[in-house]
Structure formats: structure tokens, C-alpha cells
């Protein structure tokens, strides 16, 4: 695989420096430059992130989870799937005035976005959903970007969520197509794409990535890449995550992913999709500083604020104060995508 790497550095160290929008991509092209020598990589990536973004700026979100574990589904990572003995104890939605609450904290701490996660396997039209449209509603009132997952759902449903303000929907592929069954029995790939373009018709914006280091090979991240940088219209957020293994879960021996493993991913996602939010996603809290820039550097520009992630650990948001002084970022505005598009 080195040899590869070297060999393929000089062709698109030439090649990818006008880089246009393209939802064409062929798995041979992901493949060639997902093997660009790292150093390389990363130049190339940082470059085209200079011509789409600005790059002093990075995306502040916070994920709350609204309602937590006792899940019916079987994904390997999830320490909320009911199924797993873990430490998550399920709890019930929570009441609309205290996510508002929430939100209001992480607005006032600098967050622009607010992400409502839901543990539930898709929406069901109860009392739940319409509370969650009532939080929806709540935060966007607040001028936050309000972002929510909560499993599959009908082109209805999306509709309804977009009516109540919600400017983004969650769905991670999570890895690639082949390697899915190996993850998650519970649903189908194609149960996901086809939740993805229910959130696409409604006008709603889509955030969809994957986790790497779930005993998938380099050919899955490939092409898992390939199906969102081949989707009709690229997702406005790619989340990538390093698996955090959790006890009680299936995957809870995996080793930990190397940053350069992480940087190969955001760089690749950075060239194929490069109007993306590329989002440092879960595993930001085993990172060091110097590690997290390298991911700045490779194209990253989005990251999750607060101590945690649903329900695993993330750095709190003292030390990332004190990141974003030192390597000279400013948190992005909310909207801003949407004035662009006006403009
Ligand atoms: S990832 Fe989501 S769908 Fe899967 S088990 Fe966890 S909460 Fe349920």
C-alpha cells in the first residue's frame, strides 16, 4: 500500500488544484486520492479548503440527547442499543423547557448550531414528535441553526420538521454498504439512503458521514465516501468519527483509529466534497491539540462542543476555548450558508 501511495502522488499533486464541484466520482479516482502520500494529501486538501471556505473559521455545534437509550436497534458501536449491557440508563424524552434551556446555555458558551439526537429507530407521529417539533421551533426562535437525528423517516415527517424551523437532519451512513450488515442487522443500506432523500425533497439540509475504525478496511472507507460524494447533491455536513469503544457493545475491543487514519478521511472528504462542513466529529477527546490542528490543517471545519457526545466523553469547552485562541479560529456564524446562497 506505500509503493501505491508513493506512486500516486505526482499525477494528482498536478491534477486537483482547480478542483470543480463533481458528483461523479468514480471509486478508482476516491481510491487514488485517499492513497496520495499523507504530507501531500493534506496540501492538496488544504488548498482546495482555501478556495470554497475560510479556513480561519470553524463551525461550533452542540449535540444534546433528548431522549436516551433503550433503543430496539442493533448497531455494534451503540452503548444506547437496549440490547447491549451498558452503563446508558434509558431515559424518556425530555421536557421541551429543558432542552430550550439547554440550547440557550449552548448558545450563550458559542455554539451556532444545536443538534437534538433521539435514540429511537425512526419518527413515530405521537405526542414525542410533536414535542420535538415544539423544541425544533424553540431553538430556531433562538437564531440557532437546530439540527435533529432521530432515525428514519417519511417525506411527511421531514416536512412537518421543516415547517417547525429545523435547517438540518442527521443520518450517518456509518460505513459502507458492504461492510453494513457486519454493524447493524436491524436496517437495510438502502433504508438509509432512502431516509436521506426524504430529508433532500423537504429542503431540508443533510449531514451525513460514518465512523471509521469498526474493523472496516480501507476499501469501505472508500466507499463510503463514494456514496456521499455521488449523491445527487453532496450533504451540506459529513461528520467523521473515530469509534470510541464503549464496554458492553460489541465493538468494545477495537483499537484506537491513528490521527493519520483521521486525516486521510477528512482530507479525501475535503477534495470530493469541498463545500461540505467536514465535521471532527466522536474520538476528538483522545486527539492533542496538535493532532485536532493536523485536522484543521487537512480540511476539517466543524467540530462538537460540550463535554459530551450523547452519551460518550468530549472536550469541554475551557480547553476548547484555549485550541481555538492558540491556532487563531472564530467560530462561524450561524446561517452563514444560507446568506451565501442568497448572495
Ligand atoms: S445508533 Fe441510533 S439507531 Fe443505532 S442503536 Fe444507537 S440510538 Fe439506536
Redesign the pocket.
Known amino acids: 500500500m506505500q509503493f501505491q501511495r508513493h506512486l500516486h502522488a505526482e499525477g494528482y499533486s498536478l491534477g486537483l488544484l482547480n478542483i470543480m464541484i463533481r458528483n461523479d466520482w468514480t471509486l478508482s479516482e476516491i481510491e487514488q486520492i485517499f492513497n496520495t502520500p499523507v504530507l501531500e494529501l493534506i496540501y492538496q486538501a488544504a488548498t482546495i479548503h482555501r478556495q470554497y471556505n475560510d479556513t480561519g473559521e470553524v463551525q461550533v455545534c452542540t449535540l444534546l440527547s433528548v431522549k436516551t437509550g433503550g ?1 430496539p ?3 455494534a458501536y ?1 452503548p ?2 437496549a440490547r447491549y449491557h451498558t452503563n446508558v440508563k434509558a431515559q424518556k424524552l425530555l421536557a421541551v423547557d429543558e432542552v430550550l434551556k439547554n440550547a440557550l446555555e449552548a448558545k450563550e458558551s458559542g455554539s451556532t448550531r444545536f443538534c437534538m439526537g433521539a ?1 429511537w ?1 425512526e419518527i413515530r407521529d405521537n405526542r414525542d414528535f410533536d414535542n420535538v417539533l415544539e423544541m425544533v421551533k424553540g431553538v430556531n426562535e433562538m437564531g440557532m441553526e437546530v439540527c435533529a437525528t432521530l ?1 428514519m423517516l417519511t417525506t411527511e415527517q421531514a416536512e412537518k420538521l421543516k415547517t417547525a424551523g429545523l435547517y438540518a437532519y442527521n443520518h450517518n451512513l456509518d460505513t459502507s454498504a458492504d461492510h453494513y450488515d457486519q454493524i ?1 442487522t436491524t436496517r437495510k443500506y438502502s433504508d438509509r439512503i432512502d431516509t436521506l432523500e426524504n430529508v433532500r425533497k423537504s429542503g431540508i439540509s443533510v449531514c451525513s458521514g460514518g465512523i471509521i475504525g469498526m474493523g472496516e478496511t480501507e476499501d469501505d472507507r472508500i466507499a463510503m465516501l463514494h456514496t456521499l460524494a455521488t449523491l445527487p447533491q453532496h450533504p451540506e455536513s459529513v461528520p467523521v468519527n473515530a469509534l470510541v469503544p464503549v464496554e458492553g457493545t460489541p465493538l468494545e475491543n477495537q483499537e484506537k483509529v491513528s490521527v493519520w487514519e483521521m486525516v486521510r478521511m477528512i482530507a479525501t472528504a475535503r477534495i470530493l466534497m469541498p463545500k461540505a462542513m467536514v465535521r471532527l466529529s466522536a474520538g476528538r477527546v483522545r486527539m492533542t491539540t496538535e493532532e485536532q490542528a493536523l485536522c484543521f490543517l487537512a480540511g476539517a471545519n466543524s467540530i462538537f462542543a460540550g463535554d459530551k457526545l450523547l452519551t460518550t466523553p468530549n472536550p469541554g469547552a475551557i480547553e476548547d476555548k484555549a485550541m481555538f485562541q492558540l491556532l487563531g479560529l472564530k467560530p462561524r456564524k450561524s446561517f452563514k450558508s444560507k446568506v451565501l446562497e442568497l448572495a
Do not use: K
Open positions: 433503543c436497534e442493533d448497531c451503540c444506547q442499543a435514540a429507530r432515525g447493524i
